[in-house]
């Protein structure tokens, strides 16, 4: 948190930045990528977790407009959908269908044009009361992604 911290405060600008880090096995910390936009790590918060999500703080932010104070209305987990294969044609899905009909769960495709293997090519949203318990929760979103597959 310190490191991002410092990354952050140097950078110029307004909005979500996405501050990536490696944690090496002796405890090394590198650091690897920073993203001027909302990033898919935060998406679970458009399954309704907060009050505002990263789309709108980031647009609130940007604009100048005011960010009133942020509530959370209710725990969430995400879980994304990796592809196994790399090619240059356009992925086709399976289990779309039957993600669609889980309860309180959302379901985003990125629309990405090929593959690449460990790519990320969605997320699963999984949503519950604030007093659910979160372990179970985020089963229930790996479980889910796992239905998908991409080819």
């Known amino acids: ?6 990354v952050t405060r140097a950078l110029t600008g307004a909005g979500l930045w996405g501050v990536e880090f490696f944690l090496s096995h002796d405890n090394g910390v590198y650091f690897s990528e920073l993203s ?3 990033h898919d790590t935060g998406m679970v918060t458009l ?3 907060q009050n505002l999500n990263e789309f709108e703080l980031h647009l609130r932010a940007v604009l100048g407009l005011p ?4 509530k959370q209305e209710r725990i969430g987990a995400s879980a994304v ?5 790399a ?3 356009r992925p086709q899905y399976r289990g779309l269908e039957e993600v669609t009909k889980e309860e309180d769960t959302y379901l985003r495709i990125f629309g990405k044009p090929f593959t690449r293997v460990n790519r990320r090519m969605g997320v699963v ?5 604030l007093d ?15 239905k998908v597959e991409v080819h």
């Open 1 to 6: 948190e310190e490191m991002a911290e410092k």
């Open 36 to 38: 001027p936009r909302p």
């Open 47 to 49: 399954a309704g977790t």
């Open 67 to 70: 960010i009133p104070g942020i």
């Open 81 to 85: 959908i990796l592809s196994p294969i």
């Open 87 to 89: 090619s240059q044609e």
């Open 125 to 129: 949203l999984c949503y519950a009361p």
């Open 132 to 146: 659910s318990d979160l372990d179970a929760l985020r089963d229930k979103a790996k479980r889910i992604a796992e």
